[in-house]
């Protein structure tokens, strides 16, 4: 009797082992609008194979300090940010698109009484001319730049919305789906501040989940959640449902805005932009005339007309 309880204590003390904590970072301020839902895809990713795992807090680090600690498998163990080739030497990338690409469509930060500035750009180097705030350590920065723009960088993620109330920037550009979150949530502290969406600046930029390179269960248990998700229609349904990007489906406004489309050069060879499973491309490239790129325009349009 005695060994059998001694068997179902052990069995009791394995199970509660068998617990993960998987740190994460916090948002970044109280007004981050765009944490919750990379955080809630990470757990029904998790989910899949019903693994006892909780998803914990780290304290707060800005994102260089994140992929400092994230690549000496300290601190924090999931990071989701745009990629580059070189954070895909340097950690597990688990290379599906988190947004299916809507990262690269940026909308534009500005102060309301510069609102007739931006609807008078016809082209792509009179916005070039203008002041960009940008995250010093966001890939982001280093396309822009790579494509002549003027870049005012800066550490703070909160102090880029003050800059542009101060007219220390002109504009700062955020993803489509995160944009008109973050003025919401902030009219009542800079209600100077409104979402321009009549140009977007598109660039092809994936955000991943990275993980160490030596934490390969991890990124492997990831991968195959994400992967059953998009399967079994989980992870476009997150995508149409949740907060901060319902409001993009149907996307038909998309097609009223004017797109300039700038090179990723940070991009790996090997992404494909053809797979229509994990890609939502610009119609503009229709115009180009290479049928490669005419079938990638063909995945915006579905979303466009759906």
């Not at 007739?116 to 070039?128: A, R, S, T, V």
Request: charged share 25%.
């Amino acid at each position: 009797m005695k060994l059998k309880i001694f068997l179902l204590l052990l069995l009791i003390v394995k199970t509660l082992n068998a617990s993960e904590n998987i740190k994460i970072v916090p948002p970044q301020s109280q007004f981050d609008a765009s944490h919750s839902y990379f955080q809630s895809l990470l757990e029904m990713t998790l989910k899949v194979e019903k693994s006892n795992t909780q998803i914990i807090h780290s304290y707060q680090m800005e994102q260089g300090r994140a992929l400092v600690q994230l690549k000496l498998n300290k601190g924090i163990d999931v990071y989701w940010a745009g990629t580059s080739m070189k954070r895909e030497k340097e950690f597990n990338a688990i290379r599906i698109p988190l947004l299916k690409g809507l990262l690269g469509y940026r909308v534009l930060v500005i102060n309301k009484k510069n609102i007739k500035l931006f609807e008078n750009i016809k082209n792509i180097d009179e916005l070039k001319k203008l002041k960009a705030c940008q995250g010093r350590h966001w890939p982001d920065t280093l396309i822009l730049e790579g494509s002549k723009f003027n870049v005012i960088k800066n550490s703070s993620y909160e102090a880029m919305f003050l800059q542009v109330l101060k007219g220390r920037c002109d504009y700062f550009p955020r993803g489509i789906h995160e944009g008109y979150s973050e003025i919401k949530v902030r009219e009542l502290q800079y209600e100077e501040l409104m979402i321009f969406d009549k140009l977007i600046v598109y660039y092809p930029f994936p955000m991943y989940f990275f993980v160490s390179k030596e934490n390969t269960e991890l990124a492997e248990k990831i991968r195959y959640g994400l992967n059953k998700l998009i399967d079994n229609g989980t992870f476009e349904n997150h995508l149409k449902q949740h907060e901060i990007t319902k409001h993009l489906f149907p996307m038909q406004n998309l097609s009223k805005s004017k797109i300039f489309e700038i090179h990723n050069p940070l991009l790996s060879k090997s992404t494909d932009f053809l797979d229509e499973r994990l890609w939502v491309i610009p119609s503009s490239v229709k115009n180009k005339g290479n049928s490669a790129e005419v079938k990638r325009a063909k995945q915006i349009d579905t979303y466009i007309h759906e």
